[in-house]
């Protein structure tokens, strides 16, 4: 026999029972059986508990942001409108594709929230870089109180050591997040992944999992396979596409696979619903004092005469046997050695001996001729030491003037980020910078893809955003340009060498200028001025690429929009496609726009359109219109945990003490408390097993930067709200003052009249998957025994105004019997009036899911057309043939699929589940 669960403690719980030896002990629960119960506590305190428990498991039914909004964050607009988009669909499934830095991860826990609120969001996994998992662990739990398990190597071994053998290690724990380069072990996870199920999937930086040629295949299988492992899907990603339309498809069908029917061509209104992109131009107004408008320096130096001869001996060679065989997209290797140069010496350096070796044992006269050519710039190299190399003793320059960044190294606030695209460079900038400042080895880190581990990563940003950290300086690859947070005590950047993509520069540039950044952004760029025509004029494009970031993050919002082709690589190629053809500065413009219009004009989907034109950011206050409050019979948090706890005192509770003047409480944890607490990350809960929870965000947010000032990795004051798991707790230990078919009654003398009864009742009617559709608590009232009528909530509350008076126990249950006699009835009035609810929801989504339905159906036979297309009978072969009904039967299973969870999703039950939560009573006539 499978089950589902449905009411308030197993909700969305699915078991199975063997119905012949487990099955005898089975007891229907028939709400006319309710036995109605004295409460003697005082004030009625027991029933008051008892019921906010229930209100509190009751899951939202309307598409409006219920929770969310209240975890400890700034509320802005903007950040809500991905989790309204996500929550007016049947599925949730959606990509978030904000510009870098306006705070997508605020925007997935908001989302998340309101999922777990709703009973959907039992077992969540997140993926990402795995320099992110510490990032995004803290944040989820500090300002959501959503405890994530990171599955870091460590983790990992010691799950596979304590399960037994052919246990699936992602059952282990509910809520994880692991690294994508770990998942992507395709021989030892994928057959787990295949075999597990998670309410939620995340994937952060989406675009590494996108569909782009051969470079990223396993991330793209990986993620396909993860996106058939759960109910809802959130994609991350401020760079979503590269310019190709498959690439983008790619994501929107691990979305909806039923949405596209032809990759190479679509429109906005096919994938309508399944992204939402703003800039910052657009939230500008929103955003206020939380962005500060960022400052450029542009600092120019001289090359150096040994620079000079470098630059005159490449600009004068040719690499036939290199540039012969390079591939179509390829940069000629004098670019090549250019890009290396343009970074550093010691860069270039390598790159050279590196092709000195391939040449090695070629005997061929192209060959002999190159290799010569290298071994001059080889020679020419060698001369540039630090103090001949120019951009470094500017970069000296600028770090030591007070009017430029004045940067010293001393102050602990006061950290500095510099970036370069090469590790040799990273590796002279750390030799060079640790010996002419003075650095301890513990006050510069680098961070690069190529060591140290996912743990050692994470540390090292971690301890770069710590007050008491030793970290000054911290140089890095563009592996830590993407998501990482690194502008707590940093608000200076260099970079060191110059992006040719403006990719690059919107990820660099982000790290440090982004929301939440308190001081004012500054961010400098080294250009050298060589007498050297051809570099020269190079230079000078790369100093007209940072103008026009800079100008189009004021202007038009995404830089990328302006070579057009939204790919790292691509624009790169553009850049140095530009430098080849001896583009000049002047002629820059003009050279971009003409080749721009082309790719624009030939291309069959226009990205633009598609993607930026579909989603701009609503009025603010209609956004906030749709925030919503739970109903509930305490005026907080705080004020419903103290006299649950008050009420525990004889149960043995945890000891607590109570601090009114911060909103605050302590409670130390007890055995019960800590294995409630067992899936927690364990940094989460301090070492003295003291717990300081909190109703005031602002102090929430002050503890989560506090922690970093002090000797702490995780704030040691928690959110008190709905959904940190002490409330739960809390709920899980007030509802066994009354059993399972008992309702407490509560006598309101002077309130209601002799012989008036109100019934509150809790209703719900599920889904064919178990899920709530319709949650309903309503009063049912009756006058001497006879029904009169039903009631709201609000109006039974307004009537009772229980919660928000006081009302005294008299300690004198009355006589229950007659309205004892009352239960069956009120049970039938219930079931009338959740069938009434029942037919007003087909009545709204009858037609919806027939629209649906008829949807997929054209949806479907758009994408067996374009599989004809595709496919033509007239020119398969036997292996063409066999790929045209694999492709087949993948269409007709997706929307079998699809088809299944709408109609399941969007059909209610005809049986409700009831259930009398309390008795209000005047006094028995």
């Known amino acids: 026999m499978a089950v589902t669960g449905v009411s308030e403690l197993v909700r969305g719980r699915e078991a199975r029972f063997l119905s012949e030896i487990e099955g005898k002990g089975i007891v229907v629960l028939d709400p006319a059986e309710t036995r109605l119960v004295g409460d003697e506590s005082p004030q009625y305190r027991d029933t008051r508990l008892y019921v906010e428990a229930l209100l509190r498991r009751s899951p939202p039914t309307t598409p409006d942001v219920w929770i969310g909004h209240q975890a400890a964050i700034d509320v802005l607009p903007y950040q809500l409108e991905p989790a309204l988009a996500a929550l007016e669909r049947p599925r949730q499934r959606i990509l978030m594709a904000d510009a870098v830095g306006l705070g997508k991860t605020i925007e997935v826990g908001i989302l998340l929230a309101e999922l777990i609120k709703r009973g959907k969001g039992r077992r969540i996994l997140v993926v990402c870089g795995r320099s992110m998992m510490t990032q995004l662990q803290k944040e989820f739990w500090s300002r959501f109180t959503i405890p994530l398990i990171s599955l870091d190597s460590d983790v990992i071994r010691r799950v596979e050591r304590d399960l037994p053998t052919n246990t699936n290690p992602f059952h282990y724990y509910d809520k994880t997040i692991i690294s994508i380069d770990t998942l992507k072990q395709d021989g030892a996870y994928r057959v787990a992944l295949e075999n597990a199920w998670w309410d939620i999937i995340v994937i952060d930086e989406a675009h590494r999992v996108a569909l782009r040629g051969d470079t990223n295949k396993l991330n793209y299988k990986l993620a396909r396979l993860l996106a058939t492992r759960s109910d809802t899907l959130v994609m991350t990603s401020a760079t979503p596409h590269d310019g190709r339309p498959e690439s983008f498809a790619s994501l929107m069908n691990m979305l909806d696979p039923t949405a596209i029917a032809n990759p190479r061509d679509y429109t906005k209104d096919d994938i309508r619903g399944l992204h939402v992109r703003h800039f910052k131009k657009d939230v500008t107004a929103q955003l206020g004092a939380a962005v500060k408008e960022r400052k450029l320096i542009k600092a120019k130096t001289a090359a150096s005469p040994a620079e000079e001869n470098a630059f005159e001996v490449l600009a004068g060679l040719t690499f036939e046997s290199f540039d012969r065989r390079r591939r179509r997209g390829q940069h000629l290797f004098r670019t090549v050695l250019e890009k290396s140069l343009f970074s550093s010496p010691a860069a270039c350096l390598q790159t050279v001996r590196e092709r000195l070796r391939k040449l090695e044992g070629t005997a061929t006269e192209e060959a002999a001729r190159d290799r010569d050519g290298l071994k001059r710039l080889e020679e020419a190299l060698l001369p540039i030491t630090p103090d001949r190399f120019s951009r470094y003793q500017r970069l000296l320059q600028l770090l030591r003037s007070p009017s430029e960044l004045g940067w010293t190294g001393t102050d602990p606030k006061d950290r500095l980020v510099i970036f370069t695209e090469r590790i040799e460079t990273l590796k002279f900038l750390r030799e060079n910078l640790e010996r002419d400042f003075g650095l301890r080895d513990e006050q510069i880190k680098t961070l690069h893809g190529q060591d140290g581990t996912d743990i050692e990563q994470q540390r090292i940003v971690e301890d770069f955003g710590r007050d008491k950290s030793p970290v000054r300086l911290l140089l890095a690859t563009d592996m830590a340009s993407e998501g990482l947070n690194l502008h707590f005590l940093c608000r200076k950047m260099v970079h060191f060498d110059t992006p040719w993509s403006f990719i690059v520069f919107q990820q660099r540039n982000g790290r440090i200028d982004r929301y939440g950044q308190e001081r004012q952004p500054l961010i400098a760029y080294l250009f050298v001025e060589s007498k050297t025509a051809r570099v020269k004029g190079d230079t000078r494009i790369l100093e007209l690429l940072a103008e026009k970031d800079d100008a189009a993050q004021r202007n038009i919002g995404d830089p990328t929009a302006l070579y057009g082709v939204f790919e790292e690589l691509e624009e790169e190629r553009i850049t140095a496609e ?191 998957k178990g899920q709530p559709a319709v949650h309903a608590w309503f009063g049912v009232r009756y006058e001497g025994g006879v029904f009169r009528e039903t009631l709201t909530l609000d109006q039974l509350l307004e009537k009772t105004r229980f919660g928000a008076v006081n009302h005294a126990n008299p300690g004198m249950t009355p006589e229950l019997i007659p309205f004892q006699s009352l239960v069956p009835d009120v049970v039938t009035r219930a079931r009338i009036h959740l069938s009434e609810q029942r037919t007003a929801f087909n009545a709204c989504y009858g037609p919806a899911l027939g629209a649906h339905l008829e949807k997929l159906k054209a949806l479907e036979k758009r994408q067996s057309d374009q599989l004809e297309i595709d496919f033509p009978e007239a020119d398969l072969n036997r292996r063409t043939r066999e790929r045209k009904d694999a492709r087949r039967r993948q269409i007709r299973a997706a929307f079998d699929e699809h088809v299944t969870w709408v109609k399941e999703t969007m059909t209610v039950e005809d049986q409700p589940y009831i259930r009398i939560a309390a008795l209000f009573a005047g006094e028995a006539l």
């Open 578 to 768: 530009a430098m080849e053809d001896g583009v000049t500065p002047e002629r820059f413009d003009e050279w971009v726009e003409e080749r721009r219009e082309k790719r624009m004009a030939a291309a069959p989907v226009n990205l633009l359109d598609v993607l930026f034109g579909s989603t701009p950011a609503a009025p603010g206050a209609e956004t906030l219109a749709r925030t919503r409050s739970l109903p509930s019979l305490f005026t907080d948090d705080l004020a419903y945990a103290r006299q649950a706890l008050e009420a525990l005192r004889s149960e043995n509770p945890p000891t607590w003490k109570p601090d009114p003047e911060r909103n605050a409480l302590e409670v130390e944890l007890n055995a019960d408390l800590k294995r409630a607490f067992r899936s927690l990350p364990k940094d989460a809960l301090p070492q003295d097993g003291r717990i300081v929870l909190t109703t005031d965000r602002d102090r929430v947010k002050k503890a989560i930067a506090t922690c970093r000032a002090e000797d702490r990795r995780w704030p040691d004051v928690h959110l008190l709200w709905g959904l940190h798991p002490f409330v739960e707790w809390i709920g899980h230990r007030v509802l066994v003052a009354f059993q399972r078919r008992e309702a407490p009654v509560v006598t309101l003398h002077g309130v209601l009249a002799p012989g008036e009864a109100l019934f509150l009742v809790l209703g719900e009617i599920p889904n064919l």
